[in-house]
């Protein structure tokens, strides 16, 4: 079956740093999202990105924050500059078509900002 | 607005018995909703969901029960078995605002054997 890949599963890093987070959305899905969980919190939806923009982006998603699909098959979260905040567990989603169509989660980069 | 508030916070179960997790919402808009169930060390996966014109929807042993003029639904998990020992998550989507998932705060669910 099909499913979303996530790279780093881990990436430690100081704070101010940047960093990137891959992601390789399911092949023919057209929607893809970053979402962020605080440990022991809920998860919060980032940024939703369709036809190479951002069609939605949460409080969150602050300059800080960029998004990009560089090639056919990759869908990247960048941080510029990390803060101590930014600590979380980081899921990208791939969905088929608009509407109700069921988003498709990654295993997640577990983030530590030092 | 954009809330939704789940409860418990958590839940212990003894194999066999029922699950129940309640979630509340208030945007109106909201037209979808979803349950996803997380294991430790994976992503959210898509248990079931339902429209809000449904009050009920049945898939084997989970359950969700929509009360739109209360703005909440619930979902029961009949015959729990250690198996379902995960965190579940309610959400809500608006179709219109890009189908962006928003979160309940998530139950912690330990079915003992």
């Known amino acids: 079956e099909p499913e979303v890949t996530q790279t780093p599963s881990h990436q430690v890093t100081q704070m101010g740093q940047e960093v990137i987070l891959r992601c390789v959305p399911i092949?023919?899905?057209?929607?893809f999202y970053w979402y962020r969980q605080i440990l022991g919190q809920k998860v919060e939806f980032l940024v939703s990105f369709y036809n190479n923009e951002i069609s939605e982006k949460s409080e969150i998603f602050d300059d800080q924050f960029s998004v990009e699909r560089p090639d056919g098959s990759n869908f990247t979260l960048k941080i510029r500059s990390t803060k101590l905040e930014d600590s979380a567990m980081y899921f990208c989603?791939?969905?088929?078509?608009?509407?109700?169509?069921?988003?498709?989660f990654g295993p997640g980069t577990r983030l530590l900002v030092l | 607005q954009q809330q939704v508030k789940q409860s418990p916070q958590s839940l212990i179960v003894q194999k066999g018995g029922i699950s129940i997790i309640n979630c509340a919402y208030e945007?109106?808009?909201?037209?979808?909703f979803p349950w996803y169930q997380q294991f430790p060390g994976k992503g959210p996966a898509l248990l079931i969901a339902i429209r809000p014109d449904v009050s009920e929807k049945k898939e084997g042993r989970f359950t969700i029960s929509f009360n739109k003029s209360a703005k909440q639904f619930s979902l029961h998990i009949m015959d729990s078995q250690p198996g379902d020992s995960a965190t579940y998550f309610c959400?809500?989507?608006?179709?219109?605002?890009?189908?962006?998932?928003?979160f309940g705060e998530g139950t912690q669910l330990t079915v003992n054997p």
């Open positions: 989603a791939s969905r088929l078509r608009t509407g109700r169509e069921t988003q498709y």
């Open positions: 092949s023919n899905h057209l929607y």
């Open positions: 959400a809500a989507v608006q179709e219109t605002s890009g189908s962006r998932l928003t």
């Open positions: 945007n109106t808009a909201f037209d979808y």
